[in-house]
């Protein structure tokens, strides 16, 4: 018998403008890290000793192992839920003047301090241009199976 669990990410990321207009849209699949897995794993524990993920943050480099290359700006997750199956959706806005520039990488962390780990998923894209007037709204799930 052979019985275990996958973990499958995906994000969606919308860019507006000022007015609300979409600029630019894009899916990515991309990667649970180590310290995800751990995380995921440690919150099974009565008392789990890691922090649950709370935080996305927004960079212009390429993610590393456990932290972005290069980042520019870090939100709370204005949404975290579980649907009625094993899918987490983290959702967070990067707004006017928060993150601008050629973005190429996020991440979610389990601290709000900027450039500080624990990063639980991460992904790298072409260039999404964040002008400062724009708003950047990233929605991630986390999904497992068995």
Same mark, same amino acid.
């Given at each position: 018998?052979?019985?275990?669990?996958?973990?499958?990410?995906? &994000?969606?990321?919308? @860019?507006?403008?000022?007015?609300?207009?979409?600029?630019?849209?894009?899916?990515?699949?991309?990667?649970?890290?180590?310290?995800?897995?751990?995380?995921?794993?440690?919150?099974? @524990?009565?008392?789990?000793?890691?922090?649950? &993920?709370?935080? &996305?943050?927004?960079?212009?480099?390429?993610?590393?192992?456990?932290?972005?290359?290069?980042?520019?700006?870090?939100?709370? +997750? /204005?949404?975290?839920?579980?649907?009625?199956? /094993?899918?987490?959706?983290?959702?967070?806005? +990067?707004?006017?003047?928060?993150?601008?520039?050629?973005?190429?990488?996020?991440?979610? +962390?389990?601290?709000?301090?900027?450039?500080?780990?624990? &990063?639980?998923?991460?992904?790298? +894209?072409?260039?999404?241009?964040?002008?400062?007037?724009?708003?950047?709204?990233?929605?991630?799930?986390?999904?497992?199976?068995?």
């Amino acid at each position: 018998m052979n019985s275990g669990i996958n973990i499958n990410t995906n &994000m969606h990321l919308v @860019l507006t403008d000022e007015s609300g207009k979409i600029k630019d849209e894009r899916r990515v699949h991309n990667a649970v890290t180590t310290a995800g897995a751990q995380g995921i794993a440690d919150q099974i @524990l009565a008392s789990p000793s890691l922090s649950k &993920m709370g935080w &996305m943050a927004i960079g212009t480099g390429s993610p590393a192992a456990t932290l972005l290359g290069a980042e520019v700006a870090r939100v709370a +997750f /204005a949404s975290k839920t579980r649907g009625s199956n /094993a899918v987490i959706t983290s959702v967070a806005t +990067f707004g006017a003047g928060v993150g601008t520039g050629a973005i190429t990488e996020a991440g979610t +962390f389990d601290v709000v301090t900027a450039n500080a780990i624990n &990063m639980w998923m991460s992904a790298s +894209f072409s260039v999404i241009n964040k002008a400062a007037g724009d708003s950047l709204t990233i929605t991630w799930t986390l999904t497992v199976t068995p």
